[in-house]
């Protein structure tokens, strides 16, 4: 069950699909929020600075399509880092961002700019409610567009989790 979210604050739809799996029904919520950029896609002061309201917004009309109290997945891309304000404020209503468990330092985003000066952040995340537990998180090593893959493992939380469970760290 797969269905397109169109956006209200941002400039691209959410994909948000609920799957059956041995666990019962999980939820992901994929993501690509508003670049840092003005209505005329240019790099502003100002288009950073409301860049994160944006994303707040974005994201709180994505989630009225997502059942809260299901296993939910969301990840995609944020386009801000989990310093900023939209990510906070999943972390404080409980989701976990999977990359922050394993890697406090890789980027997931780089550009290199006309005058020759590379940017870099960790724009791209994989958040994850109570339902689940993370057992391993990295930035895959691929370089196919400006963002790198993030990778997470995750079981579910009501499973054992003393059990010995391979690390690919």
Known sequence: NVRLLKPQAGWF???????TTDI????????HL?????????ATVSAYLESST??????????????RDQPLI?????NENERRTAI??????????ALS??????????????????????????LFN????????????????DHRPVQAVLINNKQDTEQDIPNSR
Do not use: M
């Open 34 to 42: 508003r670049p840092p950029l003005d209505d005329d896609a240019k």
């Open 101 to 126: 468990l394993y890697d406090t330092k890789s980027n997931t985003w780089s550009w290199r700019t006309a005058s020759g000066i590379t940017l870099q952040n960790r724009y791209d995340h994989i």
């Open 54 to 67: 944006i994303h707040h917004r974005e994201l709180t009309h994505f989630l009225q399509s997502a059942n």
């Open 74 to 78: 969301i990840a995609g891309d944020f």
């Open 130 to 145: 109570q339902h689940f537990h993370c057992t391993d998180a990295k930035v895959a090593d691929v370089r196919a567009s």
């Open 24 to 31: 019962g029904p999980v939820q992901i919520l994929n993501v």
């Open 13 to 19: 739809p959410a994909l948000i699909t609920e799957t």
């Open 88 to 97: 906070k404020k999943l972390l404080n209503d409980g989701f976990t961002d």
